[in-house]
């Protein structure tokens, strides 16, 4: 059973950080590639960062230089690091698994990040 378990989210004063993470059971981590994605209330889910295989990473403009995404393939986590949070950073927090010669996709249930003061 494949299984994505986020945690780390919570409320924030602007400018504040917090750290996501997602611990990742049943799948062959290393294979994968990660992404975190939000969904704001009344908006449609978008990709905020990925992380692949080689570490390799990519981030949606809006968080460059403010967000971190790292993976520990030994722990079979991924981290990411928000820094400078903005109200508009406020969504849920899904962290997505990809193999995609496998066809294969799994996601997590979400975390509430909330920027506010």
């Known amino acids: 059973q494949v299984q994505l378990v986020e945690s780390g989210g919570g409320t924030v004063q602007p400018g504040g950080s917090l750290r996501l993470s997602c611990v990742v059971s049943?799948?062959?981590?290393?294979?994968?590639?990660m992404k975190w994605f939000r969904q704001a209330p009344g908006k449609q889910r978008e990709l905020v960062a990925v992380i692949d295989t080689s570490g390799s990473t990519n981030y949606h403009d809006s968080v460059k230089g403010r967000f971190t995404f790292s993976r520990d393939n030994a722990e079979n986590t991924v981290f990411l690091q928000m820094s400078t949070l903005k109200p508009e950073d406020t969504a849920v927090y899904y962290c997505?698994?990809?193999?995609?010669?496998?066809?294969?996709?799994?996601w997590g249930p979400g975390t509430q990040v909330t920027v506010s003061s």
């Open positions: 997505n698994a990809e193999r995609v010669i496998a066809r294969r996709e799994y």
């Open positions: 049943g799948i062959i981590f290393r294979l994968y590639t």
